[in-house]
């Protein structure tokens, strides 16, 4: 009984998922798309073998996700970055979040912390994460004083 090349990746495709578990849903992707060629080519009619023209695209749309796939990951480095920078700034200013109560309150950033989820701003000893900042303030810095 032959197999078909498309049903012959997808077991393929399924065992490799099992005994991988931890693979991600990318790597999951690539690998089956990768099967999927490889099984067309192996199970291909020699007597009507497939269209290269269709092969080599095939193989360009592949090569154009990972390189968006590429693209999205360092995009998110640079937010990432971004987010740290900005929370960073924020030392020494007066901010403005809601608590678990859903009161206002106002204290001054004393520090950051660099979690896995986002910058956690330490306001005068609460662990405010900077998603819920409401606004922003110039802290308590006091002004400079002139003499004539």
């Known amino acids: 009984m032959p197999v078909d090349s498309t049903q012959a990746a997808a077991n393929a495709g399924l065992a490799n998922m099992v ?3 931890t ?4 790597n999951a992707d690539k690998d089956m798309f990768l099967q999927l060629m490889v099984a067309q080519l192996r199970y291909q009619d020699p007597m009507n073998p497939a269209d290269s023209g269709e092969f ?3 193989n360009a749309q592949f090569t ?3 390189k968006m796939q590429a693209v999205a990951d360092q995009t998110a480095l640079v937010l990432g970055a971004q987010m740290a920078f900005g929370a960073s700034s924020l030392i020494g200013r007066q901010v403005t979040y ?3 109560a859903g009161k206002d309150i106002t204290g001054t950033v004393q520090g950051v912390t660099f979690e896995n989820t986002g910058p956690v701003l330490d ?4 662990q405010v ?5 409401l ?3 110039n802290g308590a810095a006091a002004t400079p004083t002139t003499t004539a």
């Open 56 to 58: 080599l695209a095939q």
């Open 23 to 26: 693979a991600t849903a990318s």
């Open 135 to 137: 606004s922003v303030k």
């Open 98 to 100: 809601t608590d678990t």
């Open 19 to 21: 005994t991988n578990p």
């Open 64 to 66: 154009a996700l990972e």
């Open 129 to 133: 994460p900077l998603v819920e900042v």
């Open 123 to 126: 306001v005068d000893g609460t």
